[in-house]
């Protein structure tokens, strides 16, 4: 299978091969200072700190153990990216009048480039939030714009308020000196996340939309840290803040052996030595109307932060809540010794996951080969059903997850899809697995497991729905696999279809049936390439046997989507069953000789389809967009009878039953 991630992992796989082929004489320091996991019994127990002190020494203590062994620098940096990676209603407004952004659990809202009420857009411009009146269709127009210092990154809606999300001018950080080298560490814990800029910050703009032609600034508060993930349950707002101080120079690297360890150990603690603890964690401030700060402080106390039993890295995660039912959006802060790489969130816990890669792996009774280095994911939950988040409970299971939609929670037991090793040529080693945890105390115990699910192949989406699971897997034919979760503590594997292709996102159509976007493909000498787009409908009224009902093929190899990587592009409005995805449309003019071919780009722009489990997809017509400054976005809101296309720089809009024939657009420039 050819794609993009490929050359992603395979500098992954050579920095892990690498790794592999160390003498395990020269890995130096016990198993709780070098970052391996302690046994799982343990795993679950957080822990405050009992005064500054104490504080102080081990998060100093975590950057001096940062160093690993020389020979580990191996996977060249490229990008390194925070994520933020069922139509359900997602503001509290009309649901039945228009559409809202696309989230993964009900009551959970999450942020988007753009918002609606129903009769006005609210979008993210580069610095600016134009809001535009919708309605009446024939007098679409800019009615006022709010200017931001600094880049707009997403936006939420709750009410009468407007909240942005945003970089602040100056908050882009600076790279710590390490990220000068060209290449990162194929670490054995977490370790130091120097990919993360320093000097960083993080804005949060609540506006009162009460008069949209007349916007007025509420609060605007600035944090250190970059944004990694977000949501909003009900009046609050819970932001996911990642935070690296300004650093001395630090050594972090060694020889390989104990005694290298210590030397460079004791040098890092030396150079730390000058540093206070404000220095070491974050802080905020509110700035005025004259872009002043009004109040200042620490972003975090020092009983605020905790500490999990496997030292996480040495990072600071902070979760900081908003609560927009108060006039003065007062916010509160928890957090974490630790690094992340994703979220997932119900409405009543958050859940913070980062994959750990290691050394020498702690026994198991997973049946699956034994590899030098595996991969784990480490879950912490954080209880967020009360006024202040608490951290509740961790644990961790074997493998990797794909994205948010590997998790999910029903009646307090989380489901999460997971995939160790890697799935591609002849000596694939990937294998994917299926676990359910259950808190107790402070343990996110394993209480049920499928091991070992399509052997060679890796996940490619996953959705938990109820007491159900769906995975599509991929190597070279898409299998869905349904699951029945309604024994927590016995998982199976209920059915399983396979089919040309995969699916890269899978949506609930219904109760019986599943919609999902991915690409089609097609096998040559052994070797599978993907082609263009395809919708597809799959009937799970029998759990163990499902049924491709319905397919929808979109242009030749080269054709793409926003939504086959984010699920808020993906414009579902349940009421109606009409569907909206922006489409890159390549065609071929004449046959291609071979596969890997790729085809002519011939049209940008949001495509309309009438879904009907029953009948399929009816292609209702397509509106074109150009390229918009960057972001390059573009989201499909549908209000009444009318679907818009709706970008950064400009708004298109067409009657539903017409497309073709009324289209109209409206420009506001950058």
């Avoid at 703009?205 to 600034?217: F, G, R, T, V, W």
């Avoid at 009983?303 to 609560?323: H, K, M, N, W």
Wanted: some cysteine; charged content about 20%; overall charge negative.
């Amino acid at each position: 299978m050819k794609r993009s991630s490929f050359l992603i992992y395979l500098f992954i796989f050579m920095g892990l091969w690498l790794t592999a082929c160390q003498d395990k004489k020269t890995s130096s320091g016990n198993p709780e200072e070098r970052g391996q996991l302690p046994p799982p019994s343990t795993v679950g127990k957080m822990t405050v700190f009992s005064n500054k002190s104490e504080l102080e020494s081990y998060l100093k203590d975590q950057f001096a153990k940062s160093p690993i062994p020389q020979e580990r620098y191996e996977i060249p940096i490229n990008t390194v990216a925070n994520s933020d990676s069922a139509g359900a209603p997602a503001s509290g407004l009309a649901a039945e009048s228009f559409s809202q952004t696309n989230i993964q659990e009900q009551g959970v809202d999450e942020s988007d480039k753009v918002k609606t009420d129903g009769r006005f857009f609210y979008i993210a411009q580069n610095q600016n939030i134009q809001i535009l009146q919708a309605l009446p269709d024939d007098a679409m127009k800019m009615i006022s714009n709010i200017k931001v210092d600094g880049q707009v990154d997403t936006l939420y809606l709750f009410n009468k308020i407007l909240i942005a999300l945003y970089t602040p001018t100056e908050g882009s950080g600076q790279p710590w000196d390490f990220t000068r080298v060209s290449v990162m560490p194929a670490t054995d814990m977490l370790g130091l996340p120097f990919w993360l800029p320093v000097k960083a910050e993080t804005g949060v703009l609540a506006i009162d939309i009460s008069d949209p032609a007349n916007p007025e600034h509420i609060q605007n508060t600035v944090v250190e840290g970059n944004l990694a993930a977000s949501r909003r349950v009900n009046g609050k707002l819970h932001l996911v803040v990642r935070f690296l101080p300004e650093l001395p120079p630090l050594q972090l690297t060694y020889d390989g052996t104990d005694e290298d360890f210590k030397r460079v150990v004791a040098k890092n603690n030396q150079a730390l030595s000058g540093m206070t603890l404000d220095d070491l964690l974050p802080h905020y401030k509110i700035i005025g109307s004259d872009n002043t700060p009004i109040q200042t402080g620490p972003l975090l106390e020092w009983q605020d932060l905790y500490r999990p039993v496997l030292e996480g890295g040495a990072s600071l995660v902070t979760v900081i809540t908003f609560d927009l039912e108060q006039a003065s959006i007062p916010f509160h802060s928890v957090g974490l010794v630790a690094d992340i790489h994703a979220l997932y969130s119900s409405t009543k816990a958050i859940y913070l996951t980062a994959t750990h890669w290691k050394k020498d792996a702690i026994p198991t009774d997973l049946d699956e080969p034994q590899y030098d280095l595996r991969q784990s994911t480490m879950i912490h939950k954080l209880d967020i059903s009360a006024d202040k988040v608490i951290p509740s409970a961790s644990g961790f299971v074997w493998g990797r997850i794909l994205n948010q939609f590997s998790l999910g929670e029903h009646e307090d037991i989380l489901r999460i899809a997971t995939t160790t090793g890697f799935g591609w040529g002849s000596r694939s080693t990937s294998r994917n697995h299926l676990f359910t945890l259950q808190a107790s105390g402070e343990n996110l115990n394993i209480i049920g497991k499928i091991e070992n699910i399509a052997p060679g192949e890796s996940i490619y989406s996953a959705r938990f729905i109820g007491e159900r699971g769906f995975l599509v897997t991929f190597v070279k034919v898409d299998p869905l696999f349904t699951i029945d979760l309604s024994d927590p503590k016995n998982p199976k594997i209920a059915g399983e279809l396979k089919v040309p292709g995969y699916s890269d996102y899978i949506h609930p159509l219904g109760e019986n049936h599943l919609m999902t976007i991915g690409k089609d493909a097609k096998e040559e000498n052994g070797t599978t390439w993907y082609q263009g787009m395809q919708l597809s409908i799959f009937d799970i009224t029998d759990f163990a046997n499902p049924k491709l009902l319905h397919q929808e093929k979109l242009g030749d190899r080269g054709t793409e989507s926003e939504a086959l990587h984010n699920h808020k592009a993906f414009t579902f409005w349940t009421e109606e069953g009409l569907l909206a995805l922006p489409i890159r449309l390549h065609e071929f003019k004449e046959t291609p000789s071979q596969p890997w071919e790729w085809a002519e780009e011939s049209f940008q722009g949001l495509y309309v389809y009438d879904v009907r489990s029953d009948a399929g997809f009816d292609f209702l017509g397509r509106i074109a967009t150009k390229s918009a400054s960057f972001p390059d976005w573009t989201r499909g809101i549908f209000i009444g009878e009318t679907v818009y296309a709706v970008q950064n720089n400009a708004v298109s809009n067409a009657n539903i039953n017409d497309i073709a024939n009324t289209i109209q657009s409206l420009s506001f420039g950058d």
